[in-house]
């Protein structure tokens, strides 16, 4: 990735998205890449911000946050920026942990319930040998 700009299929076959969602992503307002006739050029700043949505997707965010998020890039400074993105970062964390023990408690349950149905199948084939 050492050229200027990027066509829409050296960004798909770079960061394996279909055309489909990088245009998506222009819709949305969260790239910009420049224009030629019909051809879209991706530059060095939207494959960075292309990097940051798919790690702010990975972790969970809703593309508005993320949207956010990246806007601060432009607006801020680099230090007002980074304190906002570590808040964001530790809110999904908490969230994450809260998904986390509640998974934990149904897993629980499950196996509890997993538990009772070997229990009631031991005792029917135990009834039937005795028949």
Aim: proline share 2%; aromatic share 8%; net charge neutral.
């Amino acid at each position: 990735m050492t050229t200027e700009t990027m066509t829409i299929r050296e960004m798909c076959e770079a960061f394996d998205v279909t055309p489909r969602t990088l245009r998506f992503y222009e819709a949305k307002e969260l790239l910009f890449p420049k224009r030629e006739g019909q051809k879209r050029l991706f530059t060095r700043r939207d494959r960075a911000r292309l990097t940051l949505i798919q790690r702010g997707k990975r972790f969970g965010f809703p593309l508005e946050e993320i949207r956010q998020i990246l806007d601060l890039y432009e607006l801020e400074s680099e230090r007002a920026q980074l304190i906002e993105t570590r808040s964001a970062f530790k809110r999904r964390r908490i969230e994450l942990d809260e998904q986390i023990r509640a998974l934990e408690a149904v897993r629980s349950e499950l196996d509890e319930q997993i538990e009772w149905v070997n229990t009631q199948i031991d005792g029917r084939e135990e009834s039937v040998n005795v028949a």
